[in-house]
C-alpha cells in the first residue's frame, strides 16, 4: 500500500473472495461518512438480495470510527455477528479499531485508520475530489443504454441470467 492509498480518515481494504488475507483493492477515505448497500447513492454498492438498500455505514466522530447497522439482515464485524437495533432511532453502532474486518454478503473489508504520523498532514490537507465508489454485482451484465433510476429493477436486472 502507498501513500496514495491512505485518506485523511483511513483506508477500506477489499479483501480477495479466495483469500481473506490478500487485498483485491484499496480505497482512501476522505469523507467522514462511507455507505454500503444497494442503492446507487451508497459509496460501497452491493447489489445482491440480502443487502438492504442502506445497510450499514461508517461514520467518524472526532476522528473515531464507528459501524452504524441500519439493514435488516445484519453482518459479521470481525467474525462475530452483529444485528440491527429493533429501535430505528437507535441503530447498532459499533466502535472499530484498525484492522477490523466487516463481512456482508460474504464480502470482506478491513478499514485501518491512517499511520499516527500521517494524521496530522492528512487532516491539513485538502480532501481528494470524488469519494470511495465501488460496485459489486452478481454476474457481469451489461445494461442498455443505463441503468434504471429504480433500485429494485437493477437488481432484478443483475440477478437474471445472462443471455
Known amino acids: 500500500m502507498d501513500a496514495s492509498d ?13 483469500d481473506v488475507n490478500a ?8 469523507e467522514e461518512e462511507v455507505t454500503f448497500g444497494r442503492d446507487p447513492r451508497c459509496d460501497v454498492r452491493l447489489y445482491y438480495g440480502s443487502v438492504s438498500a442502506v445497510h450499514c455505514k461508517i461514520v467518524f466522530q472526532d476522528r473515531k470510527a464507528f459501524l452504524v447497522v441500519l439493514g435488516t439482515n445484519g453482518l459479521l464485524i470481525d467474525d462475530s455477528p452483529v444485528y ?12 472499530l479499531s484498525t484492522n477490523s474486518k466487516i463481512e456482508i454478503h460474504g464480502k470482506v473489508f478491513v478499514f485501518q485508520y491512517p499511520p499516527k504520523e500521517l494524521r496530522p498532514i492528512l487532516l491539513a490537507t ?7 465508489r465501488m460496485s459489486m454485482i ?26
Open 126 to 132: 485538502p480532501a481528494r475530489k470524488g469519494r470511495v
Open 6 to 18: 491512505v485518506g485523511r480518515y483511513g483506508t477500506l481494504k477489499f479483501m480477495k473472495r479466495t
Open 84 to 95: 440491527p437495533s429493533s429501535n430505528p432511532s437507535s441503530p447498532t453502532t459499533i466502535p
Open 138 to 163: 452478481q454476474s457481469a451484465q451489461v445494461f442498455t443504454p443505463r441503468p434504471s433510476n429504480d433500485p429494485g429493477e437493477n437488481l432484478r436486472v443483475l440477478q437474471s441470467p445472462i443471455k
Open 23 to 30: 487485498v483485491a483493492a484499496v480505497f482512501p477515505i476522505d
